[in-house]
């Protein structure tokens, strides 16, 4: 063998060498990718289970919200007895929880409730209202004032019911309301999560 090809014979040793080790370090590389790899699909195939539970768990969970304004004739009340009042105009009922002909709402499922009430009096009448769960009294409100302009109050509670439990509100005897087309008495609520 001539010197000349010797030397290229080294150098291509050298380089095929070189080579080798890179194929080792890429070798090496590539089996550290695979195991991320197989790593992060593991990871996205719990993530995608666990979405897709919480779907089903939101699917099944019960949804209830309503929204309803009293009345577009104007006074209510007074009577000689304290009287439900029947929120006729029902412009959200979303679960059915609500009935518009009996004036109560009915939990469809044991849960934490948020219920919301706005009462508009006019003139010099005296308005008011008592809020109950069941047959038992939680709440009374009342307005008086000796003025000919609209007033308002508006109250909320947070209750726990179980399915069942009736909210309603009565217009205690000799009190009035008003509401019209405006709708400025008005009762809502919504389930804010199930027990």
Known sequence: CTYFQATE???LETR???TESKTSDLEKENADL???LSSTETELLVSKSRIEQLERENAEKPKV???TALTDTGYVGPHNTDTTLKYSKVFTNIGNAYNPAT???TAPVKGVYYLQFTVCGNNKAVVGVYVYK???KIMFNLEWEEVRLYKYFTKSVVLELTAGDTIHLVLPSTYS???DVD???TFSGSLLFPL
């Open 65 to 67: 919200a309503f929204y």
């Open 34 to 36: 695979q195991t991320r």
């Open 177 to 179: 309301v008003y509401d």
């Open 183 to 185: 709708n400025h008495s």
């Open 103 to 105: 004036g109560f709402f």
């Open 9 to 11: 014979l080294r150098s």
């Open 16 to 18: 095929l060498t070189a």
């Open 134 to 136: 069941n047959n038992q």
